[in-house]
C-alpha cells in the first residue's frame, strides 16, 4: 500500500524523498522492490475492463504505468509539491510532452531564446511542422514576453537557470504574464535543481526535469519527469504519453528512487564545492567573464534571492582566446572530465558552441549567450582544493 502525499506533507523535504510514495508488496521489504515486468494479469475479465475504464485501481502495461515507476512519480510529486507526476525515459522527452500536450495546430507558442539546443529545437523547428506557431524572446526582458503574445498563444516556455549561460529569469513575474495572456507556463529546472527552486510556488503550471542530471547523479541511467496540476497531468499529458509510449524503464525508476534518498546530501555538497571554485574562478587574468548562481555580482541577483534557496552546481566561464585557447585549456585537465553530461557526482566539463549548441549559427549563438570562448562546469562530489588545482594547471600550462 502507497504511503500517500498527504501522509507525508508534514515532513520535511528531506525525508519525503525517503518515504513518500513507497509501494510494499505482500513480502515487506524494506527497500523498494523492483517490478521488471512488462504487464499485469487480471482476476477476471470484468477486472480487466475496469482497469481499462479507470474504474479499477491498479496496473494494465508498462507504458501506462508501473509499480517502481509510480513509486518515483508519487515521491517526487511529494518532494516538489505537485499534485501528480509522469516519469519519461528522458528529459527530452518530458519537455516534449509538456509543450505537445498543451498545443494544437494553429496554436503559438513564446519561448525564451536561452535554452538548452534540443528544447529550442522543439520550440522552432518540431512544433511549427505540426501547425504551432512560436516565438524566442529575451527572457529576462518582461515586455518582450508581453509584445510577444497573440490570440493564439497557449504556452510559455522557459529555463531558469539556462543552459549554457546561467541567465535567470523572473519566474514569478513571468507566470504572471502568461495568467493574463491564458496561457500555460512551462519551467525546465534542471540547472536549479528541485531542491534550490521551487517553479510551481511561483506560478509555473508544469514544471519538466532531465532526471539524468542530478535527480540520478551518478551517470547510470536517463530518464525525465514532469509535474504539475492533476488536471494537467492526469488529462492531455497522460494522454499523450499513454499513447506516443515514451515510458521509464522500471530498472531506471528503481535506480532514481534510491538516488532520491541522497539527492540533499549531494546537492548541497555539489553547491558547496560550485561555490569555493567559482570564487577563486573570479580571479583568474585568463578568464574576463565567470557566471555562478551563488555571486553577489551575478546581473540578477536580486531575482536569484527571491525564487532561488541555494545556488546551482554548473559555472560558465568566458576563455580568453575563443575557441582555440579553450580547447587547449580542457584537453590540459586531468581530473575534470570532458563531457556533455551534467549534474553528476564526477565533475564534468564541456565547450558547448561545438556540442550542446554546435547546430546554431555563429550568430544565432551569440544571440544566446554562447561564444566560442565559453566553457560549462558541472562540479561534483570531488574535493574543491583538488579540482581548483586542476583548474589551475590547466590554465597556467
Known amino acids: 500500500m502507497a504511503i500517500e502525499a498527504a501522509d507525508t506533507a508534514a515532513l520535511h523535504p528531506e525525508t519525503r524523498l525517503v518515504h513518500a510514495g513507497t509501494l510494499r508488496s505482500q513480502f515487506g521489504e524494506t527497500s523498494e522492490a523492483l517490478f521488471l515486468t512488462q504487464g499485469h494479469v487480471y482476476d477476471s475479465a470484468e477486472q480487466c475492463e475496469a482497469r481499462f475504464l479507470n474504474k479499477d485501481p491498479g496496473f494494465q502495461y508498462a507504458r501506462f504505468s508501473n509499480p517502481s515507476v509510480t513509486m518515483l512519480e508519487q515521491r517526487m510529486a511529494a518532494f516538489e509539491g505537485a499534485e501528480a507526476c509522469r516519469a519519461t525515459a528522458t528529459g527530452m522527452a518530458a519537455v516534449t510532452a509538456a509543450l505537445s ?3 494544437r495546430a494553429g496554436d503559438h507558442v513564446v519561448a525564451a531564446r536561452a535554452l538548452f539546443g534540443s528544447c529550442r529545437y522543439i520550440v522552432e523547428d518540431h512544433l511549427p511542422r505540426y501547425g504551432v506557431q512560436s516565438t524566442l524572446v529575451d527572457g529576462t526582458n518582461l515586455d518582450a514576453w508581453r509584445a510577444a503574445i497573440r490570440p493564439n498563444t497557449k504556452a ?20 504572471a504574464i502568461a495568467r493574463e495572456a491564458g496561457a ?5 529546472n534542471v540547472f536549479a535543481t528541485p531542491l534550490f527552486q521551487r517553479p510551481l510556488e511561483l506560478g509555473a503550471d508544469l514544471v519538466a526535469y532531465s532526471a539524468t542530471k542530478h535527480i540520478d ?7 525525465g519527469l514532469v509535474l504539475g496540476s492533476k488536471e494537467l497531468i492526469e488529462g492531455d499529458i497522460q494522454t499523450f504519453l499513454r499513447q506516443t509510449g515514451p515510458a521509464m524503464s522500471p530498472f531506471n525508476a528503481w535506480v532514481m528512487l534510491k538516488a532520491l534518498e541522497t539527492l540533499p546530501l549531494r546537492i548541497r555538497r555539489q553547491a558547496e564545492s560550485a ?7 573570479k580571479g583568474r587574468k585568463e578568464l574576463p567573464h565567470v557566471a555562478f548562481i551563488g555571486d553577489p555580482d551575478h546581473p ?8 532561488m534557496s541555494g545556488p546551482s552546481t554548473l559555472i560558465a566561464f568566458e576563455v580568453a582566446g575563443g575557441k582555440d585557447a579553450a580547447f587547449r585549456f580542457l584537453n590540459k585537465l586531468k581530473l575534470i572530465r570532458i563531457s556533455n553530461n551534467l549534474g553528476d557526482a564526477k565533475s564534468l566539463i564541456v565547450h558547448p558552441a561545438t556540442t550542446t549548441h554546435q547546430r546554431f549559427t555563429p550568430e544565432v549563438r551569440a544571440s544566446m549567450g554562447v561564444s566560442d570562448g565559453l566553457i560549462r562546469l558541472s562540479i561534483g562530489l570531488e ?6 588545482a586542476d583548474l589551475k594547471q590547466a590554465l597556467t600550462a
Open 275 to 281: 561555490t569555493a571554485v567559482a570564487a577563486w574562478l
Open 156 to 175: 510559455f516556455f522557459l529555463e531558469s537557470p539556462a543552459n549554457p549561460t546561467l541567465e535567470v529569469i523572473d519566474i514569478a513575474a513571468v507566470a
Open 383 to 388: 574535493h574543491a582544493d583538488d579540482l581548483i
Open 217 to 223: 547523479g551518478q551517470g547510470r541511467c536517463m530518464g
Open 184 to 188: 500555460k507556463l512551462i519551467v525546465d
Open 300 to 307: 540578477q541577483a536580486e531575482i536569484i534571492a527571491r525564487q
Open 101 to 103: 500536450s498543451l498545443v
